[in-house]
């Protein structure tokens, strides 16, 4: 059975620091590139950062979307099928749920993801 478990969401004040981490199971982890969406009230779902998979490589890419490049970084630990998004500085405007993503390569489009963890709410605020 497939999952992803996202974990590591909760209430920060500006300029604070947290970290997410999606759990994989089911699924050959090294195989897929994986991502991290965000979606807040009202809005459409947008990619923040996603990374490539390493199964050929020890090496991968990394890719953020321009409001977070320098705050967050994107990892993954294949030894224990986990990827991280660690957040720091973070706004008001980062406020959203967070979703983890896996799918056969990196990229923006929703649709060319496979599985999908059930989102994690982070919100920033004084």
């Known amino acids: 059975q497939v999952q992803l478990v996202e974990s590591g969401g909760g209430l920060v004040q500006p300029g604070g620091s947290l970290r997410l981490s999606c759990a994989a199971s089911g699924f050959t982890f090294d195989s897929y590139a994986f991502a991290w969406f965000r979606q807040a009230p009202g809005e459409e779902r947008e990619g923040v950062s996603c990374i490539s998979s390493s199964f050929s490589t020890s090496t991968f890419s990394t890719y953020y979307t321009h409001s977070v490049k320098g705050r967050f970084t994107i990892s993954r630990d294949n030894a224990k099928n986990t990827v991280y998004l660690e957040m720091n500085d973070l706004k008001p405007e980062d406020t959203a749920v967070y979703y983890c993503?896996?799918?056969?390569?990196?990229?923006?489009?929703?649709?060319?993801?496979?599985?999908w963890g059930q989102g994690a709410q982070v919100t920033v605020s004084s």
């Open positions: 993503a896996a799918g056969p390569q990196s990229s923006w489009s929703l649709p060319l993801y496979d599985y």
